[in-house]
């Protein structure tokens, strides 16, 4: 299984941008799919998540601003990023789990700066 994101780039605050995850198998079959991210300096803690049942979780830094969502026919994972904020700079990663084997894209950045 291989992740590869897009979508990232330099970004003002208060401006939004969507991130995109492809995958080489079918995002639908993924027990769990979702997004990760590292600030600099910092651990890398989960943003969103999507299970293969619908359920969904966010990090409590991102809740009300973050959406994931999944384009089935594109075989996409999205994160709509909204009103962001300098705290939101980071490397974004796609992440899966299935039959409890955890892969990782290379990551995507997103700066927030003016």
């Known amino acids: 299984v291989q992740l590869v994101e897009s979508g990232g780039g330099l970004v003002q605050p208060g401006e939004s941008r969507r991130l995109s995850c492809g995958a080489s198998?079918?995002?639908?079959?993924?027990?769990?799919i979702g997004w990760y991210r590292q600030a600099p300096g910092k651990q890398r803690e989960l943003v969103a998540s999507l299970s293969r049942s619908g359920g969904i979780s966010y990090g409590d830094s991102v809740k009300g601003r973050f959406t994931i969502s999944r384009d089935d026919a594109k075989n996409l994972l999205y994160l709509q990023i909204n009103s962001l904020n300098p705290e939101d700079t980071g490397l974004y990663y796609c992440h899966a789990l299935l039959l409890a084997v955890e892969y990782w894209g290379p990551g995507t950045r997103v700066p927030v700066s003016s």
């Open positions: 198998g079918s995002i639908k079959s993924f027990n769990l």
